[in-house]
């Protein structure tokens, strides 16, 4: 991940003050919330850069987003194919992709980072980040769990830097969490506010404490999913149909865990652990962090507490 930091983040450069409107849009990371956070940001006529360390990982992004754009597109324009057609084109035109921040963020009124929950790393990004950008770009972190001062704190611009957690997948999910800290500007969390509201999302403005709002309360719930499940009081099949059944869940928590990923739900685990070690059911369970180092994570894989063809 050094390596990502380094290959994206060279040289240092000024440029002109831009003004409080989101028009220009740069995404770090191309994984499946940064290319959703793309797509429907392109969605939404602004113009996107999305940043990653190799050509290869972002080809693979665009068609994805592309793939995307046609299941939409078979729904939304059944009717009308060349509207479709049209409404693809215009998506795919506001997107450029680069392996080279140096060439994007100088011109760019947000940046939004999507890459892997490690304070550290998203520390080292936005540090060299933070000598690339213009003095009022704003900063965000997708982080699901990381304090956002933390991540702030390796950078000059307190007052334009906050946090905007988007829920996958990011084309469907209603809910962005935007965290601003005790340095956010008023400005620049209306900002986020208003950017969220133009990618037709519902923001809701949280504090910056640990796992915000959702995950302070959904965590909890998962992890006492695992545990009932290891205490031997229900299969993990018979719990999924309680919780989908019973209290009308599209997911179980076991199915959930799957499709968000095993890896980045043990990263919010143990994150919550650290920040509030007291609580019990911020520990991870023994079975859990043993599926984790056997690579075992979820759809991605082929294999969680399900098996994936």
């Known amino acids: 991940m050094a390596f990502f930091i380094h290959q994206i983040c060279r040289g240092f450069s000024s440029s002109a003050v831009r003004n409080a409107v989101i028009k220009h849009v740069t995404v770090i990371g191309s994984g499946q919330l940064g290319a959703g956070i793309a797509q429907t940001a392109a969605s939404t006529g602004h113009s996107v850069a999305l940043v990653d360390i190799n050509d290869d990982i972002l080809k693979k992004a665009i068609k994805g987003i592309e793939g995307n754009l046609k299941r939409v597109v078979k729904k939304k324009f059944a009717d009308q194919p060349e509207a479709g057609e049209e409404f693809i084109q215009m ?93 956010t500007s008023q400005e620049t969390l209306d900002s986020l506010l208003n950017f969220s509201k133009s990618l037709g999302k519902i923001p809701v403005s949280c504090k910056d404490t640990p796992g915000f709002i959702v995950n302070r309360l959904y965590t909890p719930y998962l992890v ?86």
């Open 224 to 309: 006492d999913a695992m545990k009932l499940h290891e205490r031997g009081h229900g299969s993990i099949e018979d719990i999924d149909t309680v919780i989908k059944l019973g209290l009308g869940n599209p997911m179980g928590p076991f199915e959930l865990m799957d499709h968000i990923g095993l890896d980045t739900m043990k990263s919010i685990i143990d994150s919550l652990h650290v920040a509030i070690p007291d609580h019990p059911l911020f520990t991870p369970p023994e079975l859990f962090t043993k599926m984790v180092a056997e690579g075992k994570l979820g759809r991605k894989t082929g294999e969680g507490f399900y098996k994936y063809k």
């Open 91 to 183: 998506v795919m035109q506001n997107v450029s992709t680069s392996t080279d921040a140096e060439s994007v963020v100088q011109d760019t009124d947000i940046v939004v980072e999507a890459i892997v929950e490690n304070l550290k790393i998203k520390q080292d990004l936005f540090g060299w980040l933070d000598k690339l950008a213009p003095a009022l770009t704003i900063f965000a972190s997708n982080t699901s769990s990381i304090p956002i001062t933390d991540i702030a704190s390796s950078t000059s611009r307190l007052d334009r830097f906050g946090g905007l957690h988007f829920f996958n997948p990011v084309t469907i999910m209603k809910l962005v969490e935007v965290i601003a800290t005790s340095e």
